[in-house]
DNA sequence: ACCCCGATCGTA
DNA sequence: ACGATCGGGGTT
């Protein structure tokens, strides 16, 4: 159970993406494993929203890996990012989906709704992930199984296979 | 200042 | 299949 350091977030985003299912997300009491993923990453992919450039939404996509990005969906809905690659690079994964291992056990499916449970606001903006004390992921020594599909949701990117979901 | 769109979700 | 709901970004 040790907690992942910026070297973890800091390389490429795919394999962050990957890395990251079966690792446990721990915010304020609750621990919750990390079941599906989607990467972002940079100018190049026309689906991340920094993929135009530096705007103050997206500044924090540009720095160091190991932030959080959180931002506002539809008016309604919170999305936690958590940032990767080296400084100058623009690339995140979302956090789709988590189940709690602490009561009350609920299948946070949807990265709407686990922020609503964690109540992740954009308040939650830009943390320091490594250097948090009640919210970074650790590392339980778990690899699930898990299938690459498109990604959800979106219009433009829907070619490649970014999106990560544990199947076991 | 204005307009349009969106990395969603619950209901139908 | 669709509506709720509002900040961000691009344009004027």
């Known amino acids: 159970m040790t907690k992942l350091t910026r070297d973890f977030y800091n390389r490429p985003t795919l394999e962050v993406a990957q890395a990251l299912l079966g690792k446990v997300l721990v915010f304020d009491n609750y621990h919750a494993i990390i079941t599906e993923t989607e990467a972002y990453i940079g100018l190049d992919d026309p689906a991340c929203h920094a993929h135009k450039g530096r705007t103050k939404r997206t500044e924090v996509m540009f720095g160091p890996a190991g932030y959080s990005y959180v931002y506002l969906i539809y008016g309604m809905y919170h999305c936690l990012n958590f940032i990767t690659e080296e400084e100058g690079i623009a690339a995140g994964v979302l956090i789709r989906g988590a189940k709690l291992i602490t009561e009350p056990y609920l299948n946070l ?41 498109p990604r959800i949701g979106i219009k433009k990117g829907i070619d490649k296979l970014w999106r990560f979901e544990s199947i076991t």
């Open 109 to 149: 499916n949807g990265p709407g709704k686990l922020c609503k449970f964690l109540q992740i606001t954009k308040h939650h903006n830009c943390i320091d992930i490594v250097e948090s004390d009640n919210f970074y992921v650790i590392d339980q020594n778990v690899t699930p199984i898990f299938k690459a599909t």
